[in-house]
Protein backbone atom coordinates (compact mmCIF):
# COMPACT_ATOMS: atom_id res chain seq x y z
CA UNK A 1 0.00 0.00 0.00
CA UNK A 2 1.99 2.69 -1.17
CA UNK A 3 -0.21 5.54 -1.80
CA UNK A 4 2.89 7.76 -1.72
CA UNK A 5 4.38 7.86 -5.93
CA UNK A 6 7.49 9.21 -5.80
CA UNK A 7 7.98 12.97 -7.44
CA UNK A 8 6.40 12.93 -10.18
CA UNK A 9 8.61 13.73 -12.94
CA UNK A 10 7.02 16.62 -13.15
CA UNK A 11 7.95 18.28 -10.41
CA UNK A 12 11.73 17.25 -11.74
CA UNK A 13 11.25 19.72 -14.87
CA UNK A 14 9.68 22.26 -12.68
CA UNK A 15 12.44 21.94 -10.07
CA UNK A 16 15.09 22.53 -13.06
CA UNK A 17 13.01 24.98 -14.51
CA UNK A 18 12.67 26.93 -11.28
CA UNK A 19 17.05 26.67 -11.75
CA UNK A 20 16.99 27.98 -15.08
CA UNK A 21 14.70 30.69 -14.24
CA UNK A 22 16.80 31.79 -11.10
CA UNK A 23 20.03 31.83 -13.15
CA UNK A 24 17.92 34.09 -15.91
CA UNK A 25 17.07 36.67 -12.87
CA UNK A 26 20.74 36.09 -11.49
CA UNK A 27 22.30 37.03 -14.70
CA UNK A 28 19.93 39.69 -15.28
CA UNK A 29 20.48 41.30 -11.66
CA UNK A 30 24.39 40.89 -12.21
CA UNK A 31 24.08 43.14 -15.52
CA UNK A 32 22.06 45.67 -13.88
CA UNK A 33 24.57 45.79 -11.07
CA UNK A 34 27.15 46.31 -13.23
CA UNK A 35 25.13 48.97 -15.52
CA UNK A 36 24.28 50.55 -12.21
CA UNK A 37 28.12 50.62 -11.00
CA UNK A 38 29.47 52.30 -14.48
CA UNK A 39 26.69 54.91 -14.01
CA UNK A 40 27.66 55.82 -10.70
CA UNK A 41 30.76 56.37 -12.06
CA UNK A 42 29.97 58.04 -14.65
CA UNK A 43 28.03 60.39 -12.34
CA UNK A 44 31.07 60.47 -10.14
CA UNK A 45 33.49 61.34 -12.74
CA UNK A 46 30.64 64.54 -13.30
CA UNK A 47 30.46 65.77 -10.00
CA UNK A 48 34.21 65.87 -9.63
CA UNK A 49 34.28 67.87 -12.79
CA UNK A 50 30.86 69.70 -11.61
CA UNK A 51 32.58 70.64 -8.16
CA UNK A 52 36.09 70.96 -9.53
CA UNK A 53 34.95 73.84 -11.87
CA UNK A 54 32.49 75.31 -8.89
CA UNK A 55 35.76 75.87 -7.33
CA UNK A 56 37.68 77.58 -9.93
CA UNK A 57 34.32 80.12 -11.07
CA UNK A 58 34.94 80.78 -7.17
CA UNK A 59 38.68 81.62 -7.54
CA UNK A 60 37.92 83.09 -10.70
CA UNK A 61 35.24 85.56 -8.99
CA UNK A 62 37.26 86.26 -6.13
CA UNK A 63 40.34 87.45 -8.25
CA UNK A 64 38.08 89.33 -9.99
CA UNK A 65 36.67 91.37 -7.40
CA UNK A 66 40.10 91.38 -5.59
CA UNK A 67 41.34 93.36 -9.22
CA UNK A 68 38.19 95.56 -9.28
CA UNK A 69 38.68 97.02 -6.07
CA UNK A 70 42.44 97.47 -7.12
CA UNK A 71 40.97 99.47 -10.06
CA UNK A 72 38.56 101.50 -7.77
CA UNK A 73 41.34 102.18 -5.49
CA UNK A 74 43.48 103.14 -8.66
CA UNK A 75 40.91 105.53 -9.63
CA UNK A 76 40.70 107.38 -6.28
CA UNK A 77 44.50 107.66 -5.41
CA UNK A 78 44.48 109.31 -9.22
CA UNK A 79 41.95 112.08 -8.18
CA UNK A 80 43.82 112.45 -4.63
CA UNK A 81 47.30 112.70 -6.03
CA UNK A 82 47.10 116.39 -7.43
CA UNK A 83 45.61 117.07 -3.94
CA UNK A 84 49.25 115.55 -2.47
CA UNK A 85 51.50 117.68 -4.71
CA UNK A 86 49.75 120.79 -4.19
CA UNK A 87 49.65 120.12 -0.44
CA UNK A 88 53.51 119.19 -1.08
CA UNK A 89 54.16 122.24 -3.54
CA UNK A 90 52.35 124.48 -1.17
CA UNK A 91 55.46 123.06 1.82
CA UNK A 92 58.36 124.07 -0.65
CA UNK A 93 56.64 127.74 -0.35
CA UNK A 94 56.34 127.82 3.14
CA UNK A 95 55.04 131.25 4.78
CA UNK A 96 56.42 133.01 7.66
CA UNK A 97 53.46 131.62 9.45
CA UNK A 98 54.75 128.66 11.77
CA UNK A 99 51.16 127.45 12.46
CA UNK A 100 50.21 127.48 8.97
CA UNK A 101 52.96 125.54 7.85
CA UNK A 102 52.50 123.02 10.66
CA UNK A 103 48.98 122.54 9.65
CA UNK A 104 49.99 121.63 6.18
CA UNK A 105 52.40 119.74 7.22
CA UNK A 106 50.24 117.65 9.83
CA UNK A 107 47.75 117.36 7.09
CA UNK A 108 50.23 115.88 4.01
CA UNK A 109 51.68 113.61 6.98
CA UNK A 110 48.45 112.40 7.69
CA UNK A 111 47.34 112.34 4.16
CA UNK A 112 50.37 110.28 3.33
CA UNK A 113 49.93 107.64 5.84
CA UNK A 114 46.38 107.04 4.86
CA UNK A 115 47.54 106.28 1.69
CA UNK A 116 50.30 103.87 2.61
CA UNK A 117 47.84 101.83 4.52
CA UNK A 118 45.96 101.74 1.51
CA UNK A 119 48.87 100.66 -0.24
CA UNK A 120 50.20 103.32 -2.28
CA UNK A 121 53.66 104.10 -2.25
CA UNK A 122 55.93 106.17 -3.66
CA UNK A 123 58.29 105.23 -6.57
CA UNK A 124 61.67 104.98 -5.32
CA UNK A 125 63.90 107.71 -7.70
CA UNK A 126 67.04 107.12 -6.36
CA UNK A 127 69.53 105.62 -8.35
CA UNK A 128 69.12 104.10 -11.93
CA UNK A 129 66.20 105.44 -14.50
CA UNK A 130 63.28 102.32 -14.85
CA UNK A 131 61.32 103.11 -17.93
CA UNK A 132 58.58 100.84 -16.23
CA UNK A 133 58.86 103.36 -13.60
CA UNK A 134 59.91 106.71 -14.04
CA UNK A 135 59.23 108.83 -17.50
CA UNK A 136 62.67 110.94 -18.68
CA UNK A 137 61.63 114.44 -19.43
CA UNK A 138 64.42 115.94 -19.59
CA UNK A 139 68.60 114.38 -19.89
CA UNK A 140 71.66 116.57 -18.65
CA UNK A 141 74.67 115.90 -17.37
CA UNK A 142 75.48 113.09 -15.22
CA UNK A 143 76.13 109.45 -14.80
CA UNK A 144 74.55 107.64 -18.02
CA UNK A 145 71.41 106.32 -16.75
CA UNK A 146 71.18 107.70 -13.19
CA UNK A 147 68.37 109.89 -11.88
CA UNK A 148 69.98 113.32 -11.44
CA UNK A 149 66.72 115.06 -10.37
CA UNK A 150 62.69 114.62 -9.55
CA UNK A 151 60.30 116.50 -11.18
CA UNK A 152 57.09 115.12 -9.96
CA UNK A 153 56.74 112.11 -7.46
CA UNK A 154 55.53 108.68 -8.80
CA UNK A 155 53.22 106.30 -7.36
CA UNK A 156 52.53 102.61 -6.99
CA UNK A 157 49.20 100.61 -6.04
CA UNK A 158 50.46 97.43 -4.84
CA UNK A 159 52.47 96.03 -7.77
CA UNK A 160 51.06 98.46 -10.56
CA UNK A 161 52.40 101.82 -11.37
CA UNK A 162 49.18 104.17 -11.57
CA UNK A 163 51.24 107.76 -12.44
CA UNK A 164 55.15 107.36 -13.58
CA UNK A 165 57.60 109.25 -11.31
CA UNK A 166 58.79 112.28 -14.07
CA UNK A 167 62.30 112.80 -13.78
CA UNK A 168 66.23 114.18 -14.84
CA UNK A 169 68.08 111.38 -16.11
CA UNK A 170 71.84 111.83 -16.94
CA UNK A 171 73.25 111.76 -20.29
CA UNK A 172 76.99 110.44 -19.85
CA UNK A 173 78.55 113.82 -19.85
Known sequence: MNDQNPTPPQDNQTSAQDDV?????????????????QKLEEMTVISQR?????QNFKRRTEEERSQFVTMANAALFKELLPI????SRALEHQQKDE??????????SHLLQT????????I?????????????L????????QIIEV??????????VIKPARVKVGNGQ
Open 50 to 54: ALADL
Open 84 to 87: LESA
Open 99 to 108: EWTKGVEQTL
Open 124 to 136: ATDGEFDPEKHEA
Open 151 to 160: LEKGYMLGDK
Open 115 to 122: TEKMGLTP
Open 21 to 37: QQDVNLDTIQQELEQTR
Open 138 to 145: LTGPGPDG
